[in-house]
């Protein structure tokens, strides 16, 4: 057992209150409970106050949410409500979702082939590029590069790193195995623009952003680049992705406001990669039976005797972890932001992240799937 659980467990035993933490208490008062009922997150607090201490990183926060509800919020050192954090591959679950939502409103489909909207794609009929679709694109069974500089520029748009794209070469047959990555979605990104007729900032403030609430969500440096990732480009804070979070748990729905339909949150969560070898992914995602487990860009963690999709996450590499589990109705976000090439939480934050599971577990009788055993690339 690792350090920071052994140093956690005597931290419960002297009982740390938990509550709103030095960047002061959130707008609104105390943390809500659920139908008065109390919880006791003081591991979960014990170990964020140790792990921001031990890696000397400038803040943190943590959310759990209970139907739908949040039931604990804290923040630490100078993190507050308003703090913006990049959030790397979590931008993947919020950008998966806009996708599943242009798909309602019948401005694409899923399957439709690349070429369609990006003619680079479909110059050579007889190519395998000819015949990647969107959900391959969104799921890392596209064959495409995982990175591509030619395609990541932020001084070009995002059709012509669709066009770059287009004349890369493929790793293999698409739709064989997967290769996780970024270059994929942001081609997917592009048929959007194309299909829709608007900016990828656009289609998410219009499908996810303003629906949801994600009113400090925000994609790329200062908004100024025309060619933003949606496989990382993203920042956002614990609130606006909690927000996202209790639709995703509201199965499509919040605040009364109907943003997916239930269906959709399905397809969104849905093991999409057909069990296929896992190419590319971290040392983590690689056990096990070696085979990928992946939705419309969100990890499929565990699912039920039916195949459906119980527990889900979507991590990413500066350390902003979010997950869920449907049966319950229950999630979580740890969030830091930990760049440069000295990341100081990379060797615990598997640790961090098993002490929020196992307080889960614990206090809300709730199964939160896997942890990994090293954070996911970009």
């Known amino acids: 057992m690792s350090t920071l659980v052994l140093a956690v467990l005597g931290a419960c035993l002297a009982q740390v209150p938990s509550g709103p933490g030095p960047g002061g208490t959130p707008p609104g008062g105390a943390v809500p409970t659920v139908n008065g009922e109390g919880y006791d997150f003081s591991a979960i607090d014990g170990a964020a106050t140790q792990y921001l201490a031990k890696t000397g990183l400038p803040g943190a926060a943590v959310m759990v949410l209970d139907g739908g509800k949040v039931v604990y919020e804290r923040y630490y050192g100078g993190y507050d409500a308003t703090t913006v954090v990049s959030i790397a591959s979590a931008s993947k679950w919020i950008s998966g979702a806009t996708m599943v939502a242009l798909q309602e409103a019948g401005k694409l489909d899923l399957d439709d082939p690349v070429g369609k909207y990006i003619s680079e794609f479909a110059s050579d009929p007889a190519h395998a590029r000819a015949g990647i679709t969107l959900r391959q694109c969104f799921n890392h069974t596209s064959a495409l590069p995982a990175n591509l500089r030619s395609a990541d520029s932020p001084t070009i748009t995002m059709r012509e790193a669709g066009a770059a794209a287009g004349k890369a070469e493929l790793s293999g047959k698409p739709g064989s195995a997967f290769r996780y990555g970024g270059v994929s979605m942001r081609v997917a990104g592009a048929c959007a623009e194309v299909a829709a007729g608007k900016k990828w900032r656009e289609l998410f403030d219009d499908a996810i952003g303003k629906p949801v609430g994600m009113s400090s ?139 929020i599971r196992e307080t889960i577990k614990a206090q809300l009788g709730t199964e939160m799937g896997a942890t990994p055993a090293s954070p996911d690339p970009e």
């Open 217 to 355: 969500t925000r994609w790329g440096r200062l908004e100024l680049s025309q060619n933003p990732s949606p496989a990382g480009g993203a920042s956002s804070t614990l609130r606006d992705y909690g927000r996202f979070l209790a639709m995703v748990l509201g199965r499509g729905e919040i605040d009364g406001v109907r943003v997916l339909s239930e269906a959709g949150v399905a397809e969104l969560l849905r093991d999409q990669t057909g069990g296929v070898p896992i190419g590319r992914a971290s040392v983590g995602r690689r056990g096990g039976d070696g085979k990928a487990s992946y939705g419309v860009g969100c990890w499929v963690e565990g699912k039920d005797e039916q195949g459906e999709t119980v527990t889900a996450s979507s991590p990413g590499a500066f350390g902003f972890v979010p997950a869920v589990n449907m049966e319950r109705g229950v999630g979580f976000i740890w969030m830091i932001e930990d760049k440069g090439r000295n990341r100081k939480k990379a060797k615990d934050l598997p640790d961090m992240v098993k002490v």
